[in-house]
C-alpha cells in the first residue's frame, strides 16, 4: 500500500511539472546583467486591435509640467472600443524621481496610433533613471507563441532594445501584458514586440542611452 502511494505521488508531480498550456498566466522576472546591452535583430510589432468607427478619432496622451529637482509621478488609465466590440485598455504609471533632470519640462506621454507602444516627451537623457510600469488589456495575443513577448525601446532607426526591468506578465486570455518597474535613462518609444524563439544575439558594444 505504501509503494502504490509513493507510485501516485510521482506520477502527479510528473503531471503537474509536464503542463506546458500556452493559456497559463506567465511572469518573467529578473533580466540578466547583459539585458539593457541586447539589441534584438529579428522581431514583430505587436499591433493595437483596430478602433470602432466612433472611437478612430480618439487619442490617448497626457503632459504634465515636471520640476526635474523635485520629480513627479504621471498616471495615465484609458480605454477605446475596439471594431469587434471588445474594450481595449491600457495603463502607464511612470514615476519620476528627485534631480533626473534640471528645471521645469513639460513631460508628454503618447500612445502610438498602430501598436503597443507609448512615445515619451521631450526626448532627453536623464541624471538618474525614471521607472515605468506600463500595461495594455484586451489585446489579441492567440498568434503569439508564449514566451516570447517583450517589452522593449523602439529606436528611431527601426532597431529594437531590450530595457532592464523587474520582469513582465503576459496572460493571453485576456489580452494582458503588463511591465513591472522598466528602468528608463533617456526618452524615445518604448512598447511591445514578439521576440524569434530561439536564442538573441548579445552586442557588448551596443549600450542604451
Not at 151 to 156: I, P, S
Not at 179 to 206: M, T
Request: aromatic share 12%; charged share 20%; proline share 6%.
Amino acid at each position: 500500500m505504501k509503494s502504490f502511494s509513493a507510485i501516485l505521488l510521482v506520477t502527479l508531480i510528473l503531471l503537474i511539472g509536464c503542463d506546458n498550456s500556452p493559456d497559463l498566466s506567465v511572469n518573467y522576472f529578473g533580466d540578466a546583467p547583459q539585458a539593457s546591452l541586447s539589441k534584438i535583430t529579428e522581431y514583430e510589432l505587436i499591433p493595437l486591435p483596430t478602433k470602432s468607427p466612433l472611437w478612430m478619432d480618439s487619442v490617448f496622451t497626457m503632459s504634465k509640467v515636471i520640476n526635474g529637482a523635485v520629480g513627479g509621478r504621471m498616471i495615465l488609465e484609458k480605454y477605446y472600443i475596439a471594431e469587434d466590440g471588445d474594450s481595449v485598455i491600457m495603463g502607464v504609471d511612470l514615476r519620476i524621481p528627485a534631480g533626473a533632470f534640471q528645471g521645469n519640462k513639460t513631460i508628454t506621454m503618447v500612445l502610438d496610433d498602430e501598436y503597443c507602444a507609448f512615445h515619451f516627451y521631450p526626448q532627453m537623457v536623464f541624471d538618474d533613471t525614471l521607472r515605468l510600469f506600463q500595461y495594455f488589456e484586451g489585446l489579441d495575443l492567440e498568434e503569439y507563441p508564449t514566451g516570447t513577448i517583450d517589452f522593449v525601446y523602439l529606436a528611431d532607426d527601426g532597431s529594437v532594445e531590450l530595457v532592464k526591468k523587474n520582469g513582465v506578465q503576459v496572460v493571453k486570455p485576456q489580452g494582458i501584458v503588463r511591465v513591472q518597474n522598466a528602468k528608463l535613462v533617456h526618452f524615445s518609444r518604448y512598447g511591445w514586440v514578439r521576440k524569434p524563439a530561439g536564442p538573441e544575439q548579445i552586442y557588448p558594444d551596443i549600450q542604451n542611452y
